[in-house]
C-alpha cells in the first residue's frame, strides 16, 4: 500500500510540473521596462565603457582641424578621432556645434549619422550617442531656425501659453537638427542688474520664474515628458543652485547666500522644473560660500537627488571639473578635481577638449577613492535617458521629416511672442503711436543691427556672426524704413558699435551729424542699448548706458525734438541722466529675429504694447534693489532728533508697462477672510477696458506678510494672468492661492506660515486675510 501510494504521488507531482509548465507558458509575459534594459546592459560593460559614457566632448574635439579648439571649413569629422573618442574612449556624449558658428539642419544630420554610425556599428554594446545643444531662445545653432525673444523678453510678455508654444517649436527644430537634448531653460533668478546673464533668464521674481520655468518644460519635454517620439527634446536645466548672485556682479565669481535665502528664493524654480519632469539639469559653476558647487555633496547629492528626488542627469558646465584644480584651487591636481566632482555627485563631464578625464577616473575606482556604485549611479541615469529619447531604435532625425521648420506659422509664433514681450514705460502726453507720414530720424548703435536685436547665443557663442545669418530680417531702421516709407526716415548712427571688437567697444562717434539730422523731422527715434555678449566676456564695471549713447541723448533732447528712446538690451543699463527729458521709453529686451518688424508696429500703433517688467529697472549705481525687498530698505523718517530716512529710487518698478488703452479695476474679494494652513483661498477682482481700443491686460496678484518672525518681503508675487479686452468690456479674473503658498523658510529651514495679517493686493485695490493658526510644512 506504502508503494501504491507513494507511485500514485509521484503521478500526481509529475502531472502538476506539467500543469505548472502549461500555465507558465500561457501567462502573460510581463514587458521589459527600461529599468530591466538599463540594469542588464549596465551588467554587460566593462568600467572603461562606464566611465566612457560619463564623458562629453565639444565637436571640435574630433573633426579635422589644426587642434582640438579649431576645425577646418567645410566641416568634417576625422575618421581616426571619432574613433580614438568612441571606441577607444567609449565617450557617450558630444555637444556643442564647430567653429563657434551655426549649420543647416542638412549638415546636422550629416555629422550626427557619420557620429551615430560609429556608436552604433563599431563599439562592442553599440551605444548611441547624446548629442547636446544650447538651445537657448530656439534652435540657436542651427541655420534657418526661428528665433524667439531671449528668456528676459518671455519672461516680459507674461504669457504661459507664448512661453510654451516657443518651447515647443524649439524643440521641434532642434530635433530637425538631428539633436535630442536642448540645454534649456535657464531658471537662475535675474536679481543682479549687473550680471551679464540676466537676458537668460526669466527675471527677478521666484514665482514667474517658477511658473514659466515649467512651460518651458512641458514645450520642450511635452507634459507627458515622452521625449521618445521626434517632436520633443530632453530639457536640461540651468544652473544648480544660485548662479547670477555673486557678490561683484561679475560671472563666475563667489557668491554669499545664506541658506534660507537659497531655498526660499533660488530652489523652487528648480523643484517645479523637476516636479515636471525635467530629465537633466546643469550645475552652476560658480562659488557658494567659499564651496565650489561642483564639488559640493550637500547641494548635487544631499539636496538634489536625495531630498528633490531627481532621478535625471547632472551635467557639468563647460571645463567645471578642470576648474576645481585650475581657477578654484580647492584640487590640487586635475585627478583630485574629478573625485571631488564625481563623489559629490556629478553624472556627466562636460570635459570638453581632451580624454584625461576618462583615464584618471578609471584609475580612482581602480584606487578605491571612486566607489563603483558611484559610477553605476551615473551610468544609469545617462542609459536611461538614452532609452526615454529612443536613441536605440532611433539614433538619428532627419531634417526631411520637419517640413514645418522655419514656416511662417513658426516666425508669426516668434513675431507675436516680441510684440507682446515689448514693454511701453513712458509715454509722455500720449506721444505714441506715432502719428502716420511723420518723418522720422532713426539714430543710435542699436538702430541696425541685427546683432543687438538677437543677443549672444544667437548662430554664434557671442552672438557676433548674426550679421552672416539674419541679413533676410529687418533690423529697426529697415522695419521702420517698411512701415513709414525710406522716403520719410533719415539715419544717422552717431555712435556704432566696434562688432570686431569687444561687446562693449564704439567708433564712429559723430553726434553732431546725428544732431543736424535731427531738423526737419517730427520725430527722434534713438535706439540705445547693448552690443551682443554673454557668460564672462559681458562682464561690466559701469551699468551706465555708454558715455557716448549718453551723451548722444543729451545732444538729441536739445534740439527741442520729441525722443522716443528704445531700449535694446540684456539688462537694464542706466539712463536716468536723460530720461526725464525724453518724451517715450520704449524697451525692447533681445527680442530676436522679428523684433525691429514688433517695434516698428507697436511705434505706429498696429500692436498694443503690453509688455511688463519682470525685474526693476534701477535708477542709481547704488539703488539696485528686487520688488522683493525688506521694509528696511526704504524707510520713512525715523521721530525725533536723527533722519533716517530712506529714499528709495528706482527708475521703473517689478511688473510695470503702459497701454495705449487705460483698465480699471474693481470689486477686490477673498472668499474667505480667516482660513487654517491646509486650506486654499480664491481672490477675484473685475478688469475693464476703459480706452478706445483693444489691449491686453497682465492681472498681478501680490500679498504681503504683515509682520512675522522673521523680517518679511514688503510684498510677493503670488499669481498672475494675461487677458484680451475690447472697449469697454469686463472680465472677472480669479486666482486660487493655497496658505502654503504664503510660507516662508525659517531660520529651522522649515517652511513655515505663521498666524496673523496678511495683506492681498491687485492694482491698487488691498484687503486682508488671516491665517488662524502657525504651521511648518514638511519640505
Excluded at 563647460?318 to 584640487?331: G, S
Excluded at 536723527?642 to 477673498?670: K, N
Excluded at 483693444?694 to 509682520?707: C, H, M, N, P, R
Aim: some cysteine; overall charge neutral.
Amino acid at each position: 500500500m506504502y508503494l501504491y501510494s507513494k507511485r500514485k504521488m509521484l503521478s500526481i507531482t509529475g502531472l502538476s510540473v506539467m500543469l505548472l509548465f502549461v500555465f507558465q507558458a500561457q501567462a502573460p509575459v510581463r514587458p521589459r521596462t527600461i529599468q530591466d534594459t538599463v540594469e542588464a546592459l549596465l551588467a554587460k560593460m566593462t568600467l572603461e565603457e562606464k566611465v566612457g559614457q560619463m564623458a562629453q566632448v565639444t565637436l571640435d574635439v574630433i573633426t579635422k582641424g589644426p587642434n582640438e579648439y579649431v576645425s577646418d571649413e567645410p566641416l568634417q569629422l576625422d575618421p581616426a578621432l571619432v574613433k580614438k573618442a568612441l571606441v577607444q574612449y567609449h565617450v557617450g556624449s558630444v555637444l556643442n556645434t564647430a567653429n563657434n558658428r551655426a549649420r543647416t539642419p542638412e549638415k546636422w544630420y550629416e555629422i550626427i549619422s557619420q557620429l551615430q554610425n560609429v556608436a552604433t556599428k563599431e563599439t562592442r554594446l553599440k551605444i548611441p550617442l547624446l548629442y547636446g545643444i544650447d538651445a537657448v531662445h530656439g534652435a540657436t545653432y542651427t541655420a534657418g531656425a526661428t528665433f524667439f525673444p531671449q528668456q528676459i523678453g518671455q519672461a516680459a510678455m507674461w504669457n504661459r501659453a507664448l512661453v510654451r508654444r516657443g518651447a515647443e517649436i524649439c524643440a521641434y527644430e532642434t530635433r530637425a537638427s538631428s539633436i535630442p537634448w536642448a540645454f534649456a531653460p535657464v531658471l537662475d533668478m535675474g536679481r543682479d542688474a549687473r550680471f551679464p546673464r540676466l537676458w537668460e533668464t526669466f527675471g527677478e521674481d521666484v514665482y514667474l520664474v517658477s511658473a514659466l520655468g515649467k512651460e518651458m518644460v512641458d514645450g520642450l519635454e511635452g507634459e507627458d515628458n515622452n521625449v521618445a517620439g521626434s517632436r520633443r527634446v530632453a530639457s536640461c536645466l540651468k544652473h544648480f543652485l544660485g548662479y547670477q548672485v555673486p557678490q561683484s556682479g561679475k560671472d563666475r565669481t563667489p557668491a554669499f547666500i545664506p541658506e534660507t535665502e537659497l531655498r526660499e528664493r533660488h530652489l523652487p524654480s528648480f523643484k517645479a522644473a523637476i516636479d515636471a519632469g525635467a530629465k537633466s539639469i546643469m550645475i552652476n559653476s560658480g562659488i557658494i560660500n567659499g564651496i565650489s558647487v561642483h564639488a559640493n555633496h550637500d547641494i548635487l547629492t544631499k539636496l538634489l537627488k536625495e531630498e528633490l528626488g531627481f532621478k535625471g542627469v547632472v551635467v557639468t558646465d563647460w571645463k567645471d571639473i578642470d576648474n576645481l584644480h585650475e581657477r578654484d584651487k580647492v584640487a590640487a591636481t586635475p585627478k583630485e578635481a574629478v573625485k571631488l566632482a564625481i563623489n559629490a555627485g556629478i553624472d556627466m563631464s562636460m570635459i570638453p577638449y581632451n580624454f584625461r578625464f576618462c583615464d584618471y577616473l578609471v584609475e580612482l575606482v581602480k584606487e578605491g577613492q571612486v566607489p563603483m556604485t558611484r559610477i553605476d549611479d551615473a551610468v544609469r541615469r545617462i542609459l536611461t535617458l538614452k532609452f526615454e529619447l529612443d536613441l536605440f531604435k532611433t539614433p538619428v532625425t532627419s531634417f526631411k521629416n520637419y517640413p514645418e521648420f522655419g514656416s511662417k506659422a513658426f516666425e508669426q509664433s516668434a513675431y507675436d511672442a516680441a510684440g507682446e514681450s515689448i514693454t511701453l514705460l513712458k509715454n509722455t502726453n500720449n506721444i505714441l503711436p506715432l502719428k502716420k507720414g511723420a518723418k522720422l530720424l532713426v539714430t543710435g548703435p542699436n538702430a541696425n543691427s541685427m546683432r543687438s536685436l538677437n543677443g549672444g547665443w544667437s548662430y554664434s557663442w557671442q552672438g557676433e556672426k548674426v550679421s552672416e545669418f539674419a541679413d533676410r530680417y529687418n533690423t529697426i531702421l529697415e522695419a521702420l524704413q517698411k512701415k513709414a516709407g525710406s522716403d520719410a526716415v533719415k539715419f544717422v548712427p552717431g555712435v556704432s558699435y566696434k562688432d570686431d571688437g569687444k561687446y562693449w567697444q564704439e567708433k564712429d562717434v559723430n553726434i553732431d551729424a546725428a544732431v543736424q539730422a535731427a531738423a526737419g523731422v517730427d520725430y527722434v527715434i534713438l535706439c540705445a542699448g547693448e552690443n551682443s555678449y554673454t557668460e564672462k566676456p559681458g562682464d561690466l564695471h559701469d551699468l551706465s548706458l555708454s558715455a557716448n549713447q549718453v551723451a548722444l541723448a543729451q545732444a538729441l533732447v536739445k534740439t527741442g525734438k520729441p525722443v522716443i528712446l528704445v531700449l535694446n538690451e540684456g539688462r537694464p543699463r542706466l539712463i536716468s541722466a536723460f530720461e526725464k527729458d525724453v518724451q517715450a521709453v520704449v524697451q525692447t529686451y533681445l527680442p530676436g529675429n522679428f523684433g525691429g518688424d514688433a517695434l516698428a508696429a507697436i511705434l505706429f500703433g498696429e500692436i498694443n504694447p503690453s509688455g511688463k517688467l519682470p525685474y526693476t529697472y534701477p535708477m542709481y549705481a547704488n539703488t539696485l534693489v528686487t520688488y522683493d525687498h525688506k521694509p528696511s530698505e526704504e524707510q520713512n523718517k525715523m521721530q525725533g532728533m536723527y533722519d533716517y530716512e530712506s529714499d528709495f529710487a528706482i527708475q521703473y518698478p517689478f511688473g510695470f508697462g503702459l497701454s495705449y488703452t487705460t483698465f480699471e479695476y474693481s470689486d477686490l474679494q477673498v472668499d474667505k477672510a480667516v482660513l487654517n494652513p491646509e486650506e486654499s483661498f480664491t481672490v477675484s477682482v473685475t478688469v475693464k477696458n476703459t480706452g478706445a481700443r483693444a489691449g491686453k491686460e497682465v492681472i498681478q496678484l501680490f500679498t504681503s506678510d504683515l509682520y512675522a518672525s522673521m523680517t518679511p518681503d514688503v510684498k510677493r508675487l503670488r499669481g498672475f494672468d494675461k487677458i484680451l479686452l475690447t472697449p469697454g468690456q469686463s472680465q472677472k479674473v480669479t486666482f486660487t492661492v493655497k496658505a502654503r503658498d504664503l510660507a516662508f523658510v525659517n531660520k529651522d529651514l522649515r517652511w513655515t506660515v505663521e498666524a496673523g495679517d496678511y495683506e492681498v493686493s491687485i492694482g491698487t485695490l488691498k484687503t486682508k486675510i488671516q491665517l488662524s493658526k502657525t504651521h511648518a510644512f514638511a519640505n
